[in-house]
């Protein structure tokens, strides 16, 4: 054997053995918890896009079926998560000064902020457990340029891919 597969080997060796299960994802979970339920995540936010509260529950789903081995059960998984999307605002971040009267205090910048709480319960070592749990995350676009309808589908999913992560590494990766 080279030095390059004997390195190769150990490498290996070193790496995908452990004292529990870890992924590259981050995700550190005991290999007694086999599956995860997710409760579907409704829109008590009184705004968004009406499909919000499906993608978002969509989304969460999929994340947690793709980074962990977990299987996903309608109910009673021996990891929990639920909650709802409690925040969905629209508000100006700065203010151009233009020749035109009319425009003169139009928001040149927009934020977009969604605001998402979350219950947690590890039904195997409840110190892990959390309740509503608030996550928020935003993303700013230029109202001169675009109007809220034509980035909105945008700026969801990038900020709803944050928030999931932030809940992800809340949950199964103990951050």
Do not use: H
């Amino acid at each position: 054997m080279t030095f390059k597969s004997i390195f190769t080997f150990l490498f290996l060796a070193i790496f995908t053995s452990s004292c529990g299960v870890y992924s590259f994802t981050g995700a550190s979970i005991s290999p007694d918890i086999k599956t995860i339920s997710i409760q579907y995540f409704y829109n008590d936010s009184g705004n968004g896009p009406p499909n919000l509260q499906q993608t978002f529950t969509e989304k969460i789903r999929d994340y947690y079926q793709q980074n962990t081995s977990l299987e996903l059960v309608d109910s009673n998984g021996d990891l929990q998560l639920e909650g709802s999307i409690t925040g969905y605002t629209v508000r100006p971040i700065a203010v151009t000064a233009s020749g035109n009267p009319e425009l003169q205090d139009a928001a040149g910048a927009q934020r977009l902020e969604i605001t998402v709480k979350v219950s947690y319960v590890n039904t195997k070592d409840e110190v892990f457990n959390f309740e509503n749990k608030s996550f928020k995350f935003y993303d700013d676009f230029d109202a001169t340029a675009n109007t809220l309808t034509a980035v909105e589908d945008q700026l969801i999913e990038t900020i709803t891919d944050q928030i999931i992560l932030d809940i992800f590494n809340a949950s199964v990766a103990n951050w």
